[in-house]
């Protein structure tokens, strides 16, 4: 159980708190490609670490990710027309390009170079295996973006979906590798595995990783054997639910 201060500085991940701001170091998946399909279609809002943002695919299929409110009036940009490389503000028609760069301001004079002393708020984004990921810490600490192994399977192999949970990050992280819970939650979708529901109260240990950790879940089964579930966790917030098709899951002797 964490105490008020320990639960405050973790579910924290708005701008300037100690988690959020360790978060922003990592590549984040934001949306789905699907939901800026093609060029100049019109933006998504998306909300990501206590932030409101606007994704739009530009005329030359680059994806921008901006603060959402123009900086000129606070307009939302979520209602702004998608057009010639850029997200124009329906307000007073400031254009921005995918990077945060103002690019027209046409209520001002025509000789005007106010829009070259501006900067909106961007994040860069890359887009793999459907999923638009984005960076949203320091430039200069910008790190690859990781090598998941599905990032390489042909489209046809790969179905990315998104679910909205209503809960902070760490009570969802909390059930991926709450293994005690399969037995009773997840009964009914497990009526081969005889094992589960035979032992609700599994032994649980962790591994440290170079990614962050294994969490490992071991069950007896019977007098001889032990189940033994691994689940792993990779930082900041990810996870990798078992399976039993693959060798995260398997049957040990009780000496192994």
């Given at each position: 159980?964490?105490?008020?201060?320990?639960?405050?500085?973790?579910?924290?991940?708005?701008?300037?708190?100690?988690?959020?701001?360790?978060?922003?170091?990592?590549?984040?998946?934001?949306?789905?490609?699907?939901?800026?399909?093609?060029?100049?279609?019109?933006?998504?809002?998306?909300?990501?670490l206590g932030e409101d943002l606007v994704a739009f695919r530009d005329s030359n299929g680059n994806i921008g990710l901006l603060g959402e409110h123009c900086a000129h009036r606070g307009t939302s940009l979520f209602f702004g027309?998608?057009?010639?490389?850029?997200?124009?503000?329906?307000?007073?028609?400031?254009?921005?390009?995918?990077?945060?760069?103002?690019?027209?301001?046409?209520?001002?004079?025509?000789?005007?170079?106010?829009?070259?002393?501006?900067?909106?708020?961007?994040?860069?984004?890359?887009?793999?295996?459907?999923?638009?990921?984005?960076?949203?810490?320091?430039?200069?600490?910008?790190?690859?973006?990781?090598?998941?192994?599905?990032?390489?399977?042909?489209?046809?192999?790969?179905?990315?979906?998104?679910?909205?949970?209503?809960?902070?990050?760490?009570?969802?992280?909390?059930?991926?590798?709450?293994?005690?819970?399969?037995?009773?939650?997840?009964?009914?979708?497990?009526?081969?595995?005889?094992?589960?529901?035979?032992?609700?109260?599994?032994?649980?240990?962790?591994?440290?990783?170079?990614?962050?950790?294994?969490?490992?879940?071991?069950?007896?089964?019977?007098?001889?054997?032990?189940?033994?579930?691994?689940?792993?966790?990779?930082?900041?917030?990810?996870?990798?639910?078992?399976?039993?098709?693959?060798?995260?899951?398997?049957?040990?002797?009780?000496?192994?």
């Amino acid at each position: 159980m964490l105490c008020p201060e320990e639960n405050e500085l973790l579910t924290r991940i708005g701008p300037g708190m100690a988690m959020g701001e360790m978060m922003r170091r990592y590549w984040l998946p934001a949306l789905l490609s699907e939901e800026i399909p093609v060029p100049d279609c019109a933006p998504v809002r998306v909300r990501l670490l206590g932030e409101d943002l606007v994704a739009f695919r530009d005329s030359n299929g680059n994806i921008g990710l901006l603060g959402e409110h123009c900086a000129h009036r606070g307009t939302s940009l979520f209602f702004g027309r998608n057009e010639e490389c850029g997200l124009r503000c329906v307000y007073h028609g400031w254009k921005y390009d995918v990077v945060g760069n103002v690019i027209e301001t046409p209520a001002e004079p025509a000789d005007s170079d106010f829009r070259r002393k501006l900067r909106h708020t961007a994040y860069p984004c890359q887009e793999v295996a459907g999923v638009i990921f984005a960076y949203m810490g320091p430039r200069e600490k910008m790190p690859l973006i990781p090598s998941y192994e599905w990032f390489d399977l042909d489209a046809n192999q790969v179905f990315p979906v998104k679910s909205l949970l209503e809960c902070n990050y760490l009570q969802g992280v909390e059930g991926d590798f709450d293994s005690s819970h399969t037995s009773f939650l997840h009964n009914n979708n497990i009526p081969d595995s005889a094992h589960l529901k035979r032992d609700g109260a599994p032994m649980l240990d962790a591994e440290v990783t170079h990614y962050g950790m294994r969490a490992i879940s071991i069950r007896k089964i019977g007098t001889d054997q032990i189940y033994v579930r691994t689940s792993p966790f990779i930082m900041p917030s990810f996870s990798m639910g078992a399976d039993r098709r693959h060798d995260d899951m398997a049957l040990h002797p009780e000496h192994a």
